[in-house]
């Protein structure tokens, strides 16, 4: 009936009508019904436990006394289930938690022990070292190099050492603190050098270079730090500066062109640009072949070395100009060029610095006319003494195409040994106002016309003034020349347009060479230059008597070299080996009797205007019986040569009187 309610246990129920075999009770199929209905609606939490008491192979829930004794079993077991889990849950978050903590312990002190070590390691970086210096420079001018250095590590050093090196060029003016020399560098011991702390150095000098060269300073500091005292640690810094400006500037006067055996004069300016005096400075040329340089000629500025090619000039002041001229001749045919090479620069130890470098061509020019002039017979430079009677000619010869009218040979003598009043003429005149000779058509009827490949010759003579008429200053008195001037001039000569008429001339030297001064002679010294004699006066046999035999060298004139005196003594006399020289070595042998002396220089005016070069020796004579009666010579040979080193020839001394007994002590040379 409705509303009546329904015993579980009437047979009658539905609970009743099952199929065979299924025991499930009607409660449990209404859940697992219900279950089965509402599995999609179960909240995510409710399915997660039902899959976590599946993998515990809770598949059914047992019977119990109430409704959900299956469901508080299942919530049971889940809840140990939950409580499990998370135990495991916090015991590893705490092994987590101990092993980050570890692994950010053990980062931490690496990083500390790391930050530790850098303090006290030291590094390249923390050898502090710099220079400061100008980035360009005129060569030739001063500078400051700066070099700065400094300790920036936490380790005090010891065993510091600073060392500069220049570049090549750079001369030391001072430094602060003074640094000492060694070889190229430059060194500065610091010694201890504290953490933190730093120093500088100043070198000052001056700096030479060639055009847009780049001249490298170096410095470096080596030290070793307390804490390693077997290490050492080098740290280096350079500096560049280019050499922008050079002080030093060349121009040059030489014709372009020259015709073949024609003297031309050539001249040069060297300027100094800085505000510095300059030392050392050269100036080199070099001809090319075809082209000779005349070294003996007078207008030859001094001071040119031929075996260099080159002047040096001691000191050029600052902003000042030195002129230097030289004279050649070029060879060869028309329309060929010579070059010559010019090179100016500054010399410093065995370091050559090119400043300046020229090349000027001259090209050979086709000549009308050749005239050559010939002394004693010779062409080329010629050496004359004082007092020479000298044959001197002019010879022209018309080398073109057409003739010359009215042509002029002109001629004129110049320097100390040269007198008009000896000129000896076979024609032609003496002009005193311009102290030059001439020859025209009037007296040498040749000149009026001077045909194609025509030739002449115009002859004179004159001498030279004797020696006393030459100067005997030790400075200007030595080093002589006659220079001797011919042209010859026509009307006729082509003129080049723009220029005037080429007049064709030759230059010739007559070079005055020196004579030797020598004496020599024997005397019973007084002891006045420690050589005192000793013995009977006149000798006597078997007794021994000293004497001295002076030499005496020098020149009338020029400087004289590789100077030479051998004396050979007799049988009879011996060296006592004492001897006297105011220059020069000393050779005595014994045996052969031999005395060599040699003198490198002597200088010109020596035995003329100042004392004469001497050598004093002492010899000993022991006479025979068989020289009783006789004079003893104490010298048997003499011989003595030396160079001229103005004309570069040899001279040889004249034989002299050779020194004896008699001429040392006059009335007492007779042995008794």
């Known amino acids: 009936m409705k509303g009546m309610p329904v015993s579980p246990d009437t047979p009658d129920s539905p609970q009743d009508h099952r199929p065979d075999g299924d025991d499930t009770q009607p409660s449990d199929r209404l859940g697992l019904v219900r279950r089965g209905l509402y599995a999609r609606d179960e909240p995510r939490d409710l399915q997660a436990r039902q899959r976590a008491l599946h993998r515990l192979g809770i598949t059914r829930q047992p019977h119990g006394s109430g409704e959900h004794a299956g469901d508080t079993l299942s919530s049971t077991k889940y809840r140990d289930l939950v409580r499990l889990r998370a135990k495991r849950r916090v015991r590893l978050l705490r092994f987590s938690g101990l092993l980050g903590a570890l692994l950010v312990i053990g980062i931490t002190v690496s990083i500390l022990f790391v930050w530790y070590r850098s303090r006290l390691t030291v590094t390249e970086v923390q050898i502090g070292i710099s220079i400061e210096g100008p980035a360009e420079l005129a060569a030739g001018d001063e500078l400051m190099y700066q070099v700065h250095y400094g300790n920036l590590s936490r380790v005090d050093w010891h065993g510091v050492e600073l060392a500069f090196t220049p570049p090549r060029g750079f001369t030391l003016l001072d430094s602060t603190p003074g640094l000492t020399p060694a070889g190229r560098q430059l060194l500065l011991p610091v010694g201890e050098l504290a953490s933190g702390a730093r120093g500088e150095a100043r070198i000052r000098g001056r700096l030479l270079g060639e055009r847009n060269e780049t001249a490298l300073a170096e410095a470096s500091v080596t030290i070793t730090p307390d804490n390693f005292p077997s290490g050492q640690f080098v740290r280096t810094a350079v500096l560049a500066t280019t050499i922008s400006a050079l002080p030093l500037e060349l121009a040059t006067l030489i014709p372009d062109d020259a015709a073949s055996g024609e003297r031309v004069r050539a001249s040069l300016e060297v300027r100094n640009l800085s505000s510095q005096a300059l030392s050392n400075v050269y100036v080199r040329l070099q001809p090319a072949p075809g082209m000779e340089l005349l070294l003996t000629d007078p207008e030859m500025s001094t001071g040119f070395n031929a075996a260099t090619g080159e002047w040096t000039l001691a000191e050029l002041p600052a902003l000042q100009t030195q002129l230097l001229t030289f004279i050649f001749v070029v060879s060869g045919q028309t329309g060929e060029q010579r ?163 080429q007049v064709i001339s030759d230059r010739a030297i007559l070079s005055v060479q020196t004579d030797p001064i020598f004496a020599v002679n024997a005397f019973y010294d007084d002891g006045r230059l420690g050589l005192k004699s000793s013995g009977p006066l006149p000798p006597r046999v078997a007794e021994q008597t000293t004497y001295t035999i002076r030499f005496r060298l020098g020149t009338t004139l020029n400087d004289v070299g590789d100077v030479r005196l051998i004396a050979v003594i007799p049988d009879g006399v011996s060296f006592t080996g004492q001897y006297y020289a105011t220059k020069g070595e000393v050779t005595l042998t014994e045996r052969a009797g031999r005395l060599e002396w040699t003198v490198p220089q002597i200088a010109g005016m020596t035995g003329r205007s100042r004392p004469p070069e001497e050598l004093h020796v002492q010899v000993a004579v022991v006479p025979g019986d068989d020289l009783r009666g006789e004079v003893v010579s104490l010298v048997r040979e003499l011989s003595a040569t030396m160079t001229d080193l103005f004309v570069d020839r040899v001279l040889t001394v004249p034989q002299a009187g050779l020194p004896t007994t008699e001429t040392a002590v006059p009335q007492k040379g007779v042995v008794k």
Do not use: C, M
Request: zero cysteines; glycine letters at 10%; hydrophobic letters at 40%.
């Open 339 to 501: 070059p010559i090479g010019i090179t100016a620069g500054i010399r410093q130890g065995e370091e050559d610095f090119v400043q300046r470098e020229l090349t000027h061509i001259v090209t050979l020019s086709a000549s009308e006319v050749v005239v050559q002039q010939r002394f004693q017979g010779e062409s080329g430079p010629v050496v004359v003494r004082p007092g020479d009677h000298i044959t001197g000619e002019v010879l022209y010869r018309n080398i073109g195409t057409v003739g010359l009218k009215d042509a002029i040979v002109k001629l004129k003598l110049e320097g100390i040994g040269y007198d008009p009043a000896r000129l000896e003429l076979r024609n032609g005149a003496y002009d005193p106002v311009t102290q030059t000779i001439f020859w025209s058509a009037a007296t040498v009827p040749e000149l009026a016309v001077v045909q194609p490949q025509e030739s002449g010759v115009i002859s004179y003579s004159f001498t030279l003034l004797p020696l006393a008429a030459f100067s005997d200053d030790p400075e200007t008195g030595k080093n002589n020349v006659i220079v001797s001037t011919a042209l010859l001039d026509s009307p006729d000569l082509p003129a080049p347009p723009g220029q005037p008429r």
